[in-house]
């Protein structure tokens, strides 16, 4: 550096170091290349460190103050700029590292596949939510049973043709696989008075398996006995939970059919659900399907399990829940139930 | 049943189509479940309730028909004119209590032929079989025509002219129609002539007394015997005929007469033949009942309103004359209804007439009740949500097994196991027993789902096992059973953990969710398990189950064409799951202080369990001791042959302020040493 330069000289030589600097910063590519930068203009040997020990060489006081102010300038613009250049330079580069450590998102992600409930099941949890909502209880009882309360306690004596109606395992001649969910009001009445209102869901067990049934299958018997209980009230209750089950739609209707344990007794059909009602194989082209079984609990029942059947009246019903599972899946074959096939069961 | 729409519409003059006389039956109780076209005629297929015995024929039907439409019934005379002989054959009803009435005519002089081509038809279309022979063929159109059964004698047979109805006595034995020969139990209700059983009573006719092409004179028995005793024989003789099935569900008492003219007359038609005087044993004459039922009752059981003209007018329609008697009515049931015997059968008479559907619903008045849904239900429910969230799908299988399934897991002849209930008429005799454990069934769903190429199979079944401990009912336990199998499939992310730990950790996470506390697992003495990979689970001192692979000499049994596989099962008792379910849960107060954690890593003897391990470290007494974990299990490298290197996280902690290194290094320094000392091992280097 020429100590030697005359004042004019110097302050003209700042902006060359000025115009220098600018065009040394555009072209730095990186944070490295900006320190040297740095070092080449402000370091010890800087270029504008140079120019501010010929400060003191100027003699003239006017001369002195201008050059010191752009020197103070220049520097100011230097240091500014380098910060500025900095701060963009290390954006960049964090940006660039992002860019490295990117992942490919349309991979699948590590599941944690839940086991599923079988659809027996799924529908038996949706008849009894129906029913606790309604207020009923959930009661249970053994599915090896006493002839005495799956039978004689429902007014189905030994000799009685009604033994027809169902093919009953033996165990002895006294024990029977039960053959319904029925025997649970008798136990349940025998436990406890009035007023009742229970259901008891369950396996039962009928010896006979074909296409359309299996030695094993599931039930929902119900049960609600007050002072006051009437038919109008089988038939509102169960219209309730067949609207909530099948829809506020669902045509529905009851006929007279015959239950020892019940009189009068009721069968309850819906509207087909496959042909709405006009006429299919399913329905055997009646347009309706038979769901449940029900009627006014038969005196006697009551007279056996020691209730007064001049105080109390009550009703009973009853529903396959295989069955509800098909009508509400569309599943045309009772025996994928009890297959447990994965790639049934993972349907539901 | 089957009943012929054509010869329905000659009791009853329907102008309708078959479907809307089908509809109206079936909303009266009488359900017609098929209708069949049969060349020019229509088939109902009716389903006739074990109540309704009246309606086992198309009279039967045609009443109810008539009834719903508010129509006449036509029924045919069977009036027989003119001067007859008397009988030459005598009846006499030794047992009244079994046999109410017994009335028979004599036919003289009747050729046996062809049966006419407009019968035959009939016959056909209603499910029985001609036998071209029109004494028998008649017996059987009348039986389906009528409803009561009857059975032609060959008279020339019947020793001495007589017929007596008593029981069988000691070691009777016939040869009935079908030309079986049968024993006879001393209670059996028979048809004797003066010496030999002629006939089963209400059963099957005797072989030697039959009509046959050579009989010209036919003695026509119409009786009346008691339902119970004839569903008794029949049971007793495994013996089912369309007469028993009518008798032992009750006839009709006075029109039985009817029916025996009925087929006298049609003999006499097609045959010819003379038709004697009516023998009627009839020691006392049916007494229809009166049944009472008082208005209020009726209309407060249906929730109705209906009059009492208007009730006395729907049992009219049915056949029920009944008198009013203000407050209530009394009814008289005709004989062919003999279920109506109770105020609650005319309730139920009226409710049918009145129509199910014009009777209100209603939504109960009742009161609330509390604790609807029981604990065990929750908790069950829950603990089988917590085994579906671990990846288990739920399977439902048969209750039954057999001993063969036993015998393949090997269960020993004093396993509680073995103390099965057996079904004495099982469908298959693969089902005749119920299950003691739900083991079997999971395997073969295992096997099932494999061959069928499910590479990954995790089931589990909440049912109940049935144990015969000696009392009149099996105890009944509810048990959870597991299965899970996976091969080893290259997959993305990577899943190492060992079959066992899977199921065991699903356990533990079910016993967390459920806050079950005191859960523990000790080497199981299953036989069916693999013995170095197996554990009975303990809950508070008793063993509530088991966990395990299935050991090698079970799996060749299987027959698998995967190698060594690894199968998991387990099987819990619920029911002690479910007790052990906290009743309450009571928070504690998440901690103000920080934490302190140090890390120790032991090696020691293969053989001490993890289990024994954790116990010491939790005996060692320090009240700021807050946590041991378990973070590693290390074998190999670096690591002396029998030795391992359990890795373990102990956090400390003071309630009530900050602990200092100090204070920290102090307390991990005696539980280090105390470790060491208890265990015989040795720091791991870090
Ligand atoms: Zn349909």
């Known amino acids: 550096m020429d100590e030697r330069l005359s004042p004019d000289q110097l302050l ?24 040297q930068i740095k070092t080449k203009y402000t370091g010890k040997k800087g270029l504008l460190t140079a120019r501010m020990k010929a400060l003191s060489s100027i003699t003239d006081p006017a001369q002195k103050k201008e050059f010191g102010r752009r020197l103070n300038e ?133 010896c006979d398996a074909d296409v359309s049934h299996t030695a094993m299958f599931h039930q929902v018997e119900g049960l609600m006995v007050d002072t006051d209980i009437s038919f109008s009230d089988l038939k509102g209750v169960l219209e309730l939970f067949i609207h909530s089950f099948f829809g506020k739609e669902t045509p529905v209707r009851f006929r007279p059919s015959y239950f020892p344990f019940t009189e009068p007794s009721a069968e309850v059909d819906i509207g087909c659900v496959f042909c709405k009602g006009k006429g299919c194989r399913v329905c055997k082209t009646t347009g309706w399907l038979e769901v449940l079984g029900s009627g006014l609990v038969n005196p006697r029942v009551f007279e056996m399990a020691g209730y007064d059947p001049d105080k109390y009246s009550g009703f009973a019903f009853g529903m396959g829940v295989e069955r509800m599972t098909m009508l509400k899946y569309a599943i045309d074959d009772i025996r994928l139930f009890y297959e447990n096939d994965v790639r049934f069961l993972r349907q539901f | 049943m089957k009943v012929s729409f054509e010869w329905l519409k000659e009791f009853v003059d329907v102008r309708v189509s078959p479907t809307e006389v089908a509809d109206r039956l079936t909303m009266a109780g009488l359900e017609i479940e098929g209708m069949e076209p049969a060349g020019d005629d229509i088939v109902f297929e009716v389903n006739v309730t074990p109540n309704r015995p009246d309606c086992l024929s198309i009279l039967g039907v045609a009443r109810e028909v008539a009834a719903a439409f508010g129509m006449p019934l036509k029924v045919p005379d069977t009036g027989i004119q003119g001067d007859l002989p008397a ?59 009528l409803g009561h059964p009857l059975h032609a004698f060959d008279t ?17 034995k016939i040869t009935t129609l079908d030309g079986a020969d049968r024993e006879l139990s001393p209670d059996m209700l028979l048809i004797w002539d003066g010496k030999e059983p002629v006939a089963i009573a209400g059963v099957m006719g005797g072989e030697a007394s039959s009509v046959t092409s050579e009989t010209r004179n036919i003695f026509l028995e119409s ?40 087929a006298a007359l049609l003999m006499r038609e097609t045959g010819g033949g003379k038709i004697h005087e009516i023998v009627d044993a009839y020691p006392e004459r049916y007494v229809p009942p009166a049944v009472e039922a008082a208005y209020d009752k009726v209309n407060s059981l249906l929730g109705t309103s209906i009059t009492k003209e208007e009730m006395r007018a729907l049992l009219g329609r049915i056949g029920i004359s009944t008198e009013d008697r203000g407050e209530k009515l009394i009814a008289f049931p005709p004989s062919f209804r003999r279920d109506v015997r109770a105020y609650y059968d005319i309730v139920e008479e009226v409710a049918r007439t009145y129509g199910f559907g014009n009777i209100d619903a209603r939504n ?65 005799q693969e089902d005749s027993l119920m299950r003691t454990t739900l083991v079997p069934s999971l395997l073969k769903n295992f096997l099932y789902n494999l061959s069928r190429g499910t590479r990954d199979i995790r089931f589990f079944e909440c049912a109940r096992v049935f144990i015969d401990d000696g009392g009149p009912l099996p105890l009944e336990e509810l048990m959870l059973g597991g299965i899970l199998f996976r091969e080893n499939l290259p997959c993305l992310w990577k899943e190492e953990t060992p079959s066992f730990f899977v199921v065991k950790g699903a356990l533990d996470s079910l016993c967390g969710e459920m806050k079950i506390k005191g859960f523990s697992y000790v080497p199981s003495d299953e036989v069916f398990l693999h ?57 504690s107060p998440i901690p103000k202080y920080p934490a302190v954690e140090r890390d120790i890593a032991v090696i020691l003897d293969e053989s001490l369990s993890s289990a024994r391990v954790m116990e010491e470290l939790k005996g060692y007494r320090s009240e700021y001791i807050e946590r041991v974990e378990l973070f590693d299990h290390y074998k190999g490298k670096n690591i002396p042959q029998g030795r391992k290197s359990l890795g373990y996280r102990i956090t400390y902690r003071c309630p009530d302020r900050t602990l200092t290194d100090d204070e920290v290094e102090k307390i991990h320094t005696g539980l280090v040493a105390y470790i060491l000392g208890k265990t015989g091992g040795e720091l791991r280097g870090v």
């Open chain 2, 87 to 145: 009988s030459e054959v005598t009846v006499e009803i030794l047992d009244p209590a079994l046999c109410n009435r017994y009335t028979g005519r004599l036919i003289k002089g009747v050729i046996v032929g062809d049966t006419p081509e407009w019968m035959k038809k009939r016959l056909e279309i209603c499910g029985v079989r001609s036998l071209n022979n029109n004494i028998v063929d008649i017996t059987n159109y009348v039986l389906l025509e």
């Open chain 1, 74 to 206: 220049v520097k100011n613009i230097i240091e500014e700029t380098i910060k500025g250049k900095e701060l963009s330079l290390r954006e960049g580069e964090k940006e660039r590292r992002l860019l490295t450590e990117k992942i490919d998102v349309t991979l699948p992600g590590k599941t944690t596949p839940f086991g599923r409930q079988h659809p027996i099941n799924n529908i038996l949890a949706e008849i009894k939510e129906i029913f606790v909502s309604m207020g009923f209880g959930i009661e249970d009882g053994p599915e090896v049973e006493l002839d005495h309360y799956n039978f004689e306690a429902l007014n189905i004596p030994k000799d009685h043709p009604a033994r027809d109606m169902q093919d009953t395992f033996y165990v002895s001649d006294e024990v029977v696989l039960r053959t319904h969910t029925s025997p649970v009001q008798v136990r349940v009445m025998e436990k406890r008075q009035p007023p009742l209102k229970i259901i008891a869901p369950g396996k039962v067990y009928r």
């Open chain 2, 364 to 428: 109960p008045k009742t009161e609330l009740s509390a604790g609807i849904l029981n604990r065990r239900e929750i908790n069950i429910g829950r603990i089988k949500e917590a085994v579906r969230r671990t990846g288990f799908t739920e399977v439902i299988n048969y209750s039954f097994m057999n001993g063969a399934d036993l015998d393949m897991l090997l269960i020993p002849h004093d396993n509680v196991r073995r103390r099965h209930v057996r079904v004495m008429n099982p469908l298959r």
């Open chain 2, 531 to 587: 013995r170095g990979k197996s554990a009975d689970v303990m809950l508070g001192g008793a063993k509530v189950g088991f966990i395990g692979e299935l050991t090698p000499g079970v799996v060749e049994k299987l027959d698998l064409k995967v190698p060594k596989p690894e199968i998991v099962v387990f099987e819990l008792n619920l029911e002690r799951l479910h007790a052990a379910v906290p009743e309450n849960l009571t928070y």
């Open chain 2, 156 to 172: 020339d047979k019947l020793f001495g002219s007589k017929i007596r109805v008593a029981r069988a006595g000691e070691g009777r």
């Open chain 1, 12 to 35: 003209s030589s700042l902006s060359q170091i000025e115009t220098e600097f600018r065009s040394d910063v555009e072209g730095a590519a990186d944070l490295a290349g900006l320190q």
């Open chain 2, 223 to 262: 009786a009346y015997f008691e339902p119970t005793s004839i569903r008794r024989t029949s049971k007793a003789l495994g013996l089912k005929t369309e007469s028993s099935y009518r008798f032992e569900r009750g006839t009709d008492v006075v029109f039985l007469e009817n029916a025996l003219n009925r």
